[in-house]
């Protein structure tokens, strides 16, 4: 008798695997790389920036959890747009999604190649992308692999990382006390040191680092594969939140207080890399080694849970006819969706083609914060009684993604409104032709 492969994955992420997958999602390019980015557009004011991102994300993340634990199942607010909506708001999230974290993975995987070369002295030689585009080619094989093996490497990954930080931190804090009150004045400035526009500076690195919290989503995309969603997705993710402000707020302040708001940026514009420098600027033996293995570690497990997000909202969008129904074909255990995993792979390694991670990174930024305003819309619909915190976080993220989404680049939120139009443009031609 022929077996029919499964349509559902299996319930198989307990509490500190969810954490775990937020935390190999979230602490990673954000802290690594984007640190250097708002640096460079606002100066040591970035440091505000990190605390506002944070604010807002952890709204969003409460707003995610009751929205994971009404509705668990794979997809994140592709499919809460879908429950709560109408399924042009549920299309527009998961393509946004999509767009949003292939940027964010592409920039994790040439921030992993920066960190690698300049651990084994060959950076400036031209290797970035290459090496960038492998990493993603062997991180792909693993998630085809199924993810209990991706979480045991992500558990690996996020222990390694978080000894780095932390080791940083506290390394740095004499250097940080003594030159502090030379690198943290002007507190708002350009990369160059010129005064600048506070307000505009803050926000526009507000934007920016709120990406690098947003990882937590992936706990809520994988709802299909973690047991008692209710009770667990929703502790996960407010756990991870608390633990990566902590850890992201005392690693920016060392950072700044240490080296400067111009080293910082200067390192992520020269393709080197940023927190090598404050390991660097300790003076303590063996920290700027540890400092880039964690480096190394952090980016891998950023491209390892987005490879993990991005090939489960494919998955939900093929089994509605969004994406090619092959998207939402499982392998024969029923752990992986093998076709949507190669393609997720494939688009990273095509964007990560472009070699320049404040690009990638600005556009992931607008992107990113327009999906969790859909999110925060979806959250405004939950019944009462199935709510889990007060319905004014759902308008606190609502309000804080819109008015964020538009500070970064000009020509980067113009072209990202240009794909929502080719988007929804294509979610047209899907309905007709299910009609049809």
């Not at 600048?196 to 709120?210: E, G, T």
Request: glycine fraction near 12%.
């Amino acid at each position: 008798m022929t077996t029919l492969p499964p349509t559902r994955l299996r319930r198989q992420v307990g509490l500190s695997g969810a954490i775990l997958m937020g935390l190999g999602s979230i602490v990673g390019t954000g802290v690594f790389v984007s640190i250097g980015i708002a640096a460079g557009i606002a100066g040591a004011a970035m440091i505000v920036g990190v605390v506002v991102g944070a604010l807002i994300a952890l709204s969003n993340g409460f707003n995610s959890a009751q929205l994971a634990a009404s509705h668990p199942v794979s997809g994140g607010s592709y499919e809460y747009g879908y429950k709560y909506l109408s399924s042009w708001a549920g299309f527009t999230a998961g393509w946004m999604f999509l767009w949003a974290k292939t940027a964010s993975a592409a920039t994790a995987a040439l921030g992993f190649s920066s960190y690698l070369l300049v651990a084994i002295g060959l950076d400036g030689r031209g290797l970035t992308v290459p090496i960038a585009v492998g990493s993603v080619v062997v991180l792909t094989a693993i998630v085809l692999g199924g993810i209990q093996g991706s979480n045991r490497a992500n558990t690996v990954i996020v222990s390694i990382t978080l000894t780095a930080l932390l080791t940083l931190v506290l390394a740095g804090i004499p250097t940080a006390w003594t030159m502090g009150h030379q690198h943290l004045t002007p507190f708002v400035a350009t990369a160059s040191g010129a005064p600048v526009n506070p307000i505009a500076a803050v926000l526009h690195a507000s934007a920016l680092m709120f990406v690098a919290y947003t990882g937590y989503g992936r706990i809520a995309t994988l709802g299909e594969e973690v047991v008692e969603p209710r009770r667990i997705i929703p502790r996960a993710i407010v756990i991870t939140m608390l633990i990566t402000l902590v850890l992201y707020v005392a690693v920016a302040l060392v950072s700044v207080a240490t080296v400067g708001a111009p080293v910082l940026s200067a390192a992520v514009t020269n393709g080197s890399a940023p927190l090598e420098f404050v390991a660097r600027a300790t003076g303590i033996p063996g920290v700027p080694q540890l400092v880039t293995i964690g480096a190394i570690t952090a980016m891998l497990g950023v491209l390892l849970n987005l490879l993990l997000g991005l090939s489960r909202v494919l998955l939900a969008m093929g089994r509605r006819g969004d994406m090619p129904r092959c998207m939402a074909q499982l392998n024969a255990k029923g752990t992986t969706p093998p076709w949507a995993v190669v393609t997720v792979g494939s688009t990273i390694v095509l964007l990560a083609l472009v070699g320049n991670v404040k690009t990638t990174w600005s556009f992931s930024a607008f992107t990113v914060l327009i999906y969790y305003a859909i999110t925060n819309v979806a959250a405004l619909k939950i019944p009462a009684s199935q709510l889990l915190y007060p319905r004014w976080l759902a308008w606190v993220g609502l309000v804080g993604c819109l008015f964020l989404a538009f500070w970064v680049d000009r020509q980067i939120w113009l072209i990202g409104l240009g794909i929502i139009a080719l988007g929804l443009v294509w979610h047209w031609a899907a309905q007709s032709a299910r009609r049809e």
